[in-house]
Structure formats: C-alpha cells, structure tokens
C-alpha cells in the first residue's frame, strides 16, 4: 500500500504565506510526477502545479509568480510554498503522485492524498 500524507493547511490573511507537504511512504519502486490539485465548495477540481521527476514544472496561469513547486526525491515529498494568498485560493489541496509501487507485482498509476484545507480570509 501506498500513502500520501499532506500537511501545511491553515487558516491565514490574503496576501500572507504557507507551505504545503506532501509525504509518499510504502513500497514505492518510482516516482515520476508530483503535484498539487484544488478543489473549492461547488466547484471542480483543477490544477494548481506538477513536477516531474526532473524538476520541470507546470502551473495553473492563476497562481504563476505566486505558487512555486519543488519535490525532495530522497524523501519522496513534493512542497508547495504558496505567498501573496487570495481569498480565491481557499480550496482543499490535494496533492498526487504517478508512482510505481509494489503489491503482489509492481504497479503504475496514481495516487491521492487525502486533503488539506487552506482558508483564505479577506
């Protein structure tokens, strides 16, 4: 089995900061992408960045120059250091990883964290 462990969520002012976390733990062979998804009330899902395993990144144009993404391989962990927060940013971030893993064989796919709340005031 595989876990996905995120922490970092809070309650902060608009135009303050926070770092998330994201821990993969289990018996993983691989990581190739990494990445963090939100959701708010009423709304869908949608991307807020990706890495790669090489450390290309991709991010939604709404969090671009605000938003950076960055993954720690040994520690199979991707971060993400949001500042000048909005109130449009208050969602549950979900981070992912397209992994490689072991039960019985080895499988590929991906897997999801269970959420952090991140609440923007205004």
């Known amino acids: 089995q595989v876990q996905l462990v995120e922490s970092g969520g809070d309650l902060v002012q608009a135009g303050g900061s926070l770092r998330l976390s994201c821990a993969a733990s289990g018996r993983i062979g691989s990581i190739n992408a990494m990445g963090w998804y939100r959701q708010a009330p009423g709304k869908q899902r949608e991307l807020v960045a990706t890495i790669t395993g090489g450390g290309s990144t991709n991010y939604a144009d709404s969090n671009k120059g605000r938003f950076t993404i960055s993954r720690d391989n040994a520690k199979n962990t991707v971060y993400l250091q949001m500042n000048s927060l909005k109130p449009e940013d208050t969602a549950v971030y979900y981070c992912?990883?397209?992994?490689?893993?072991?039960?019985?064989?080895?499988?590929?796919?991906?897997?999801w964290g269970q959420g952090t709340q991140v609440t923007v005031s205004s």
């Open positions: 992912y990883a397209d992994l490689m893993w072991y039960e019985v064989t080895w499988h590929l796919g991906d897997y």
